[in-house]
C-alpha cells in the first residue's frame, strides 16, 4: 500500500507565496513521475506541474514562470513552490505519482487526498 501525504496548503494574500510538499510512504520500489494537480470549486482537476525522475518539468501555462516543482529522490518527496500567487489559483491542490512496488511491476498511478490553498485578493 502506497500512500502520498500533502502539507503546506493554507491561506495567503496575492502577491504571497506557499510551498506545497508531498511525502509518499509504503512499499516503493521507484517513483516515475510526480506532480500537482488543483480542482477549483465547479471546475475539472487540471495538471499544474509534473516532474520525471530524471527531472525533466512540466508546467501549465498560467504558472509558468510563477511555480516551481522540484522533488528529493532519497525522500520520495515532490514539492511546488508557488510565487506571485493570484486569487485563481484557489483551490484544492493534490499530489500524483506514478509507484513501483517492484521492480517487475507496471506503475500504479496513486492520488493524495489534498491540501487547500486559498488566495485572498
Known amino acids: 500500500q502506497v500512500q502520498l501525504v500533502e502539507s503546506g496548503g493554507g491561506l495567503v494574500q496575492a502577491g504571497g507565496s506557499l510551498r506545497l510538499s508531498c511525502a509518499a510512504s509504503g512499499s516503493i520500489f521507484s517513483i516515475k513521475v510526480m506532480g500537482w494537480y488543483r480542482q477549483a470549486p465547479g471546475n475539472q482537476r487540471e495538471l499544474v506541474a509534473r516532474i520525471t525522475g530524471e527531472e525533466s518539468t512540466y508546467y501549465a501555462a498560467s504558472v509558468k514562470g510563477r511555480f516551481t516543482i522540484s522533488r528529493d529522490n532519497a525522500k520520495n518527496t515532490v514539492y511546488l513552490r508557488m510565487d506571485s500567487l493570484k486569487p485563481d489559483a484557489t483551490a484544492v491542490y493534490y499530489c500524483?505519482?506514478?509507484?513501483?512496488?517492484?521492480?517487475?511491476?507496471?506503475?500504479?498511478?496513486?492520488w493524495g487526498q489534498g491540501t487547500q490553498v486559498t488566495v485572498s485578493s
Open positions: 500524483n505519482a506514478d509507484v513501483k512496488v517492484r521492480a517487475s511491476d507496471m506503475s500504479i498511478n496513486y
